[in-house]
C-alpha cells in the first residue's frame, strides 16, 4: 500500500472567518477523528496531489507540529463553483485495528468476447473493502481472460484470505456486451460507493455552504 507523508498544524481557531483565512492562503482546514481525541488542523492544498489525484488507493502519514500518526482519507468537499479542496476528513487507524477502504480495480487479461467484437463495461472502479492496515491491497486484480460475450465478472468471484469485501456479492464489476447492445445501452456511471463516514468537526458538514457565501 503506497504512503503519502502530509505535513500539517494544529488550528489556534475553529470557527467560519478562520477557515475563510486558511483557505485564502491555500491551505485545507482539516479534521482528524478515530484516536483520544479529535484534532482540527490545517494543511496545504498542495498536500492532496498524491492524495486525491491519483488513482491509487494510500495511507496518509500525518505530522501534526511533530506528531506523527497514520490515516486514511475519509471525506473531502470541493468548491462547488471553484472545485478547489475546501475541506477534509481523515480517519486515524492502528495496526490492530481493521480500517474500511475504497481499493481501486485494475483489468487484467484478454477477453475473447472483446476479440471477438464485444464491448467491456466497466461498471465499477473501486471496491470497498475492511482489512487490518498492513493487509489492504493496493489494487484488485480483476482477470477477464475467461469474459465472452454476454459474460461478467461480480464481487463474489473475488477470494481473499485477511480482507472482507463490502460490496454486495452480486455487484458487477466488468462485464462484456456484444458492441450493438452496448451502443443502445443507456450511458451507465460508475457504481462507486463513498468512501467514508462523516466527520464530526463543526465546519464539515457546513464547508460547502460556506464557500459558495464566499463567492
Request: proline share 5%; aromatic share 4%.
Amino acid at each position: 500500500m503506497k504512503k503519502v507523508s502530509v505535513s500539517g498544524s494544529p488550528r489556534e481557531n475553529v470557527g467560519k472567518k478562520d477557515a475563510k483565512r486558511l483557505r485564502r492562503e491555500g491551505n485545507v482546514p482539516c479534521v482528524l477523528y478515530g484516536g483520544k481525541e479529535q484534532i482540527q488542523f490545517f494543511t496545504s492544498e498542495k498536500s492532496f496531489k498524491d492524495i486525491v489525484f491519483t488513482p491509487d488507493a494510500c495511507i496518509v502519514q500525518l505530522d501534526i507540529d511533530g506528531k506523527k500518526m497514520e490515516a486514511v482519507l475519509q471525506d473531502i468537499q470541493y468548491h462547488p463553483v471553484t472545485d478547489r479542496i475546501i475541506h477534509a476528513d481523515f480517519l486515524e487507524i492502528f495496526s490492530d485495528k481493521p480500517v474500511k477502504m475504497s481499493i481501486p480495480i485494475k483489468i487484467t487479461g484478454n477477453s475473447p468476447g472483446v476479440i471477438a467484437g464485444g464491448k467491456m463495461l466497466i461498471k465499477r472502479r473501486r471496491l470497498n473493502v475492511m482489512a487490518l492496515p498492513e493487509l489492504l491491497p493496493a489494487e484488485i486484480m480483476i482477470d477477464i481472460s475467461k469474459l465472452q460475450i454476454g459474460d461478467s465478472f461480480v464481487v463474489g468471484q473475488l477470494e481473499f484470505d485477511d480482507v472482507s469485501l463490502l460490496d454486495p456479492e452480486n455487484a458487477v464489476v466488468v462485464l462484456v456486451k456484444s458492441a450493438r447492445a452496448a451502443m443502445m445501452a443507456p450511458v451507465e456511471g460508475d457504481e462507486d460507493e463513498a468512501e467514508g463516514e462523516t466527520a464530526e468537526g463543526e465546519e464539515g458538514a457546513a464547508a460547502e455552504g460556506e464557500a459558495e457565501k464566499e463567492e
